[in-house]
Protein backbone atom coordinates (compact mmCIF):
# COMPACT_ATOMS: atom_id res chain seq x y z
CA UNK A 1 0.00 0.00 0.00
CA UNK A 2 1.33 3.20 -0.64
CA UNK A 3 2.80 5.37 1.74
CA UNK A 4 2.22 8.94 1.27
CA UNK A 5 3.97 12.37 2.64
CA UNK A 6 1.15 13.72 4.54
CA UNK A 7 0.38 11.98 7.88
CA UNK A 8 -2.57 9.34 6.04
CA UNK A 9 -2.19 5.53 5.20
CA UNK A 10 -4.42 4.15 2.92
CA UNK A 11 -6.74 1.41 4.30
CA UNK A 12 -5.67 -2.40 3.90
CA UNK A 13 -9.07 -3.08 2.13
CA UNK A 14 -10.04 -0.01 0.30
CA UNK A 15 -9.24 -1.40 -3.39
CA UNK A 16 -11.76 -2.29 -6.45
CA UNK A 17 -11.38 -5.47 -5.61
CA UNK A 18 -13.58 -5.17 -2.49
CA UNK A 19 -15.85 -2.47 -3.17
CA UNK A 20 -19.59 -3.80 -4.44
CA UNK A 21 -20.42 -1.90 -7.16
CA UNK A 22 -24.11 -3.03 -7.59
CA UNK A 23 -26.32 0.70 -8.18
CA UNK A 24 -22.67 2.28 -8.51
CA UNK A 25 -21.04 0.96 -11.52
CA UNK A 26 -20.71 4.30 -13.38
CA UNK A 27 -18.77 5.62 -10.33
CA UNK A 28 -16.51 2.79 -10.32
CA UNK A 29 -16.28 2.02 -13.98
CA UNK A 30 -15.19 6.04 -14.15
CA UNK A 31 -12.90 6.02 -11.35
CA UNK A 32 -10.78 3.14 -12.74
CA UNK A 33 -10.15 4.65 -15.65
CA UNK A 34 -8.93 8.07 -13.91
CA UNK A 35 -6.69 5.34 -11.74
CA UNK A 36 -5.60 4.14 -14.78
CA UNK A 37 -4.93 7.39 -16.28
CA UNK A 38 -6.77 6.62 -19.48
CA UNK A 39 -9.74 9.35 -19.42
CA UNK A 40 -11.47 11.53 -17.77
CA UNK A 41 -11.97 14.92 -16.32
CA UNK A 42 -12.22 14.35 -12.31
CA UNK A 43 -15.29 13.31 -10.08
CA UNK A 44 -17.35 14.63 -7.53
CA UNK A 45 -18.21 11.51 -5.20
CA UNK A 46 -21.59 12.51 -2.86
CA UNK A 47 -23.88 9.82 -1.04
CA UNK A 48 -24.76 9.50 2.83
CA UNK A 49 -22.29 8.27 5.48
CA UNK A 50 -20.75 4.94 4.79
CA UNK A 51 -21.87 4.60 0.91
CA UNK A 52 -18.21 4.13 -0.41
CA UNK A 53 -17.06 7.65 -0.75
CA UNK A 54 -14.11 7.04 1.03
CA UNK A 55 -12.99 3.10 -0.25
CA UNK A 56 -13.45 4.39 -3.51
CA UNK A 57 -11.31 7.34 -3.29
CA UNK A 58 -7.93 4.87 -1.64
CA UNK A 59 -8.94 2.75 -4.10
CA UNK A 60 -8.17 5.28 -7.15
CA UNK A 61 -4.82 6.28 -5.09
CA UNK A 62 -4.24 2.66 -4.81
CA UNK A 63 -4.73 1.85 -7.90
CA UNK A 64 -2.62 4.77 -8.71
CA UNK A 65 0.19 4.33 -6.95
CA UNK A 66 2.63 6.85 -6.38
CA UNK A 67 1.24 8.96 -8.88
CA UNK A 68 -1.56 9.84 -6.57
CA UNK A 69 -2.23 11.51 -2.67
CA UNK A 70 -5.16 11.21 -0.65
CA UNK A 71 -6.45 12.97 2.19
CA UNK A 72 -9.24 13.49 4.30
CA UNK A 73 -10.30 17.54 5.80
CA UNK A 74 -11.64 15.25 9.04
CA UNK A 75 -7.90 14.42 10.00
CA UNK A 76 -6.95 16.85 12.53
CA UNK A 77 -3.43 16.43 10.88
CA UNK A 78 -4.82 18.48 8.07
CA UNK A 79 -5.24 21.87 10.18
CA UNK A 80 -3.40 24.25 7.58
CA UNK A 81 -4.09 25.25 3.62
CA UNK A 82 -0.70 25.08 3.27
CA UNK A 83 -0.84 21.32 2.99
CA UNK A 84 -2.49 22.10 -0.38
CA UNK A 85 0.61 23.66 -1.69
CA UNK A 86 2.39 21.26 -4.08
CA UNK A 87 -0.08 18.21 -4.75
CA UNK A 88 -0.54 19.03 -8.13
CA UNK A 89 2.81 17.37 -8.91
CA UNK A 90 0.69 14.14 -8.58
CA UNK A 91 -1.32 12.99 -11.31
CA UNK A 92 -4.34 12.10 -9.07
CA UNK A 93 -5.47 13.97 -5.98
CA UNK A 94 -8.30 13.12 -4.45
CA UNK A 95 -9.88 14.82 -1.12
CA UNK A 96 -12.72 13.26 1.22
CA UNK A 97 -14.75 15.27 3.37
CA UNK A 98 -14.55 18.32 1.33
CA UNK A 99 -18.00 19.20 3.43
CA UNK A 100 -15.69 20.39 6.55
CA UNK A 101 -13.79 23.40 4.25
CA UNK A 102 -17.43 24.62 2.95
CA UNK A 103 -17.06 28.47 3.92
CA UNK A 104 -14.20 28.81 5.32
CA UNK A 105 -12.60 31.43 2.86
CA UNK A 106 -9.20 30.40 3.49
CA UNK A 107 -9.47 27.01 2.41
CA UNK A 108 -11.58 27.58 -0.18
CA UNK A 109 -9.30 29.98 -2.13
CA UNK A 110 -6.04 27.31 -1.44
CA UNK A 111 -9.02 24.61 -3.15
CA UNK A 112 -9.07 27.34 -6.14
CA UNK A 113 -5.61 27.47 -6.58
CA UNK A 114 -5.03 24.19 -6.37
CA UNK A 115 -7.87 23.18 -9.22
CA UNK A 116 -5.94 26.03 -11.49
CA UNK A 117 -2.62 24.59 -10.56
CA UNK A 118 -3.76 20.63 -11.25
CA UNK A 119 -5.58 21.87 -14.78
CA UNK A 120 -2.50 23.58 -15.78
CA UNK A 121 -0.47 20.36 -14.57
CA UNK A 122 -2.78 18.52 -16.77
CA UNK A 123 -3.90 16.51 -13.49
CA UNK A 124 -7.05 15.15 -12.08
CA UNK A 125 -8.97 15.94 -8.67
CA UNK A 126 -11.66 13.29 -6.92
CA UNK A 127 -13.79 14.97 -4.26
CA UNK A 128 -15.94 13.67 -1.68
CA UNK A 129 -19.01 15.08 -0.12
CA UNK A 130 -22.15 14.76 1.86
CA UNK A 131 -23.76 16.82 -0.91
CA UNK A 132 -23.32 17.19 -4.58
CA UNK A 133 -21.38 20.12 -6.17
CA UNK A 134 -24.17 22.42 -6.32
CA UNK A 135 -25.73 21.99 -3.13
CA UNK A 136 -22.16 22.41 -1.21
CA UNK A 137 -22.88 26.21 0.35
CA UNK A 138 -19.24 27.74 -1.42
CA UNK A 139 -18.46 30.90 -0.15
CA UNK A 140 -16.05 31.41 -3.40
CA UNK A 141 -18.10 31.53 -6.48
CA UNK A 142 -15.53 30.51 -9.00
CA UNK A 143 -14.50 27.70 -6.44
CA UNK A 144 -18.62 26.45 -6.79
CA UNK A 145 -18.13 26.93 -10.35
CA UNK A 146 -15.01 24.95 -10.98
CA UNK A 147 -16.81 21.75 -8.10
CA UNK A 148 -20.16 22.33 -10.40
CA UNK A 149 -18.10 21.29 -13.71
CA UNK A 150 -16.62 17.98 -12.72
CA UNK A 151 -18.82 14.72 -13.36
CA UNK A 152 -20.78 14.20 -10.33
CA UNK A 153 -21.73 10.64 -8.93
CA UNK A 154 -24.46 10.24 -6.53
CA UNK A 155 -22.96 6.95 -4.52
CA UNK A 156 -26.06 4.43 -3.69
CA UNK A 157 -26.18 3.24 -0.31
CA UNK A 158 -26.56 -0.80 -0.48
CA UNK A 159 -29.60 -2.56 0.18
CA UNK A 160 -29.77 -5.95 2.72
CA UNK A 161 -29.08 -8.62 -0.09
CA UNK A 162 -26.33 -6.26 -1.30
CA UNK A 163 -24.75 -6.01 1.98
CA UNK A 164 -24.67 -9.75 2.04
CA UNK A 165 -22.55 -9.51 -1.30
CA UNK A 166 -20.39 -6.78 -0.41
CA UNK A 167 -19.69 -8.95 3.08
CA UNK A 168 -19.44 -12.15 1.41
CA UNK A 169 -16.91 -10.72 -0.72
CA UNK A 170 -14.78 -8.67 1.90
CA UNK A 171 -14.40 -12.22 3.80
CA UNK A 172 -13.27 -13.82 0.90
CA UNK A 173 -10.74 -11.29 0.20
CA UNK A 174 -9.30 -12.12 3.71
CA UNK A 175 -9.08 -15.75 2.81
CA UNK A 176 -12.18 -16.00 5.30
CA UNK A 177 -14.76 -18.18 5.07
CA UNK A 178 -17.76 -17.31 6.14
CA UNK A 179 -20.79 -20.00 6.09
CA UNK A 180 -24.38 -18.55 4.80
CA UNK A 181 -25.63 -19.30 8.83
CA UNK A 182 -23.06 -17.15 10.35
CA UNK A 183 -23.42 -14.50 7.46
CA UNK A 184 -27.29 -14.35 8.30
CA UNK A 185 -26.54 -14.06 11.92
CA UNK A 186 -24.51 -10.86 10.92
CA UNK A 187 -27.02 -8.98 9.75
CA UNK A 188 -29.25 -9.55 11.98
CA UNK A 189 -26.43 -8.48 14.81
CA UNK A 190 -24.92 -5.34 13.69
CA UNK A 191 -25.75 -2.15 11.80
CA UNK A 192 -26.53 -2.39 8.50
CA UNK A 193 -23.97 -0.02 7.06
CA UNK A 194 -20.77 -1.95 5.40
CA UNK A 195 -18.21 0.83 7.72
CA UNK A 196 -20.18 -1.14 10.74
CA UNK A 197 -20.00 -4.24 8.85
CA UNK A 198 -16.44 -4.37 7.86
CA UNK A 199 -15.58 -3.55 11.04
CA UNK A 200 -16.97 -6.07 12.57
CA UNK A 201 -16.00 -8.37 9.86
CA UNK A 202 -12.13 -7.12 10.58
CA UNK A 203 -12.64 -7.95 14.42
CA UNK A 204 -14.25 -11.29 14.05
CA UNK A 205 -11.41 -12.47 11.61
CA UNK A 206 -8.17 -11.16 14.25
CA UNK A 207 -10.44 -13.17 16.69
CA UNK A 208 -10.31 -16.41 15.01
CA UNK A 209 -7.05 -16.19 13.83
CA UNK A 210 -6.14 -15.70 17.91
CA UNK A 211 -7.97 -18.62 18.75
CA UNK A 212 -8.19 -20.60 15.66
CA UNK A 213 -11.76 -20.99 15.39
CA UNK A 214 -13.96 -20.66 12.29
CA UNK A 215 -16.77 -18.27 12.34
CA UNK A 216 -19.38 -20.43 13.64
CA UNK A 217 -22.50 -18.70 14.71
CA UNK A 218 -21.97 -19.95 18.93
CA UNK A 219 -18.08 -18.67 18.07
CA UNK A 220 -19.26 -15.36 16.65
CA UNK A 221 -21.99 -14.71 19.41
CA UNK A 222 -19.00 -15.38 21.97
CA UNK A 223 -16.95 -12.39 20.44
CA UNK A 224 -19.84 -10.07 19.98
CA UNK A 225 -20.85 -10.77 23.35
CA UNK A 226 -17.47 -9.71 24.27
CA UNK A 227 -16.90 -6.44 22.17
CA UNK A 228 -20.67 -5.35 23.45
CA UNK A 229 -19.52 -5.99 27.22
CA UNK A 230 -15.91 -3.82 26.92
CA UNK A 231 -18.07 -1.04 25.19
CA UNK A 232 -20.59 -1.00 27.44
Not at 5 to 11: G, K, N, T
Not at 88 to 115: K, N, P, Q, Y
Not at 188 to 208: E, G, I, N
Request: aromatic letters at 6%; one cysteine or more.
Amino acid sequence: MTQLVLPIRLADHAVFETFYPVGNEAAVAHLRSIAAAEAGHGAWLWGAPASGKTHLLQAACERAGDRAVYLTFENPAIADPALLDGLERRALVCLDDVDSIVGDMEWEHAMFALFNAIADAGGQMVLASASAPRSCRFALPDLASRAASLPVFQLRVLDDSACAQALRLRAKRRGLELPNETLRYLLTRSRRDMRSLYRLLDRLDLAALRAQRKLTIPFVRDVIGKLESSSG
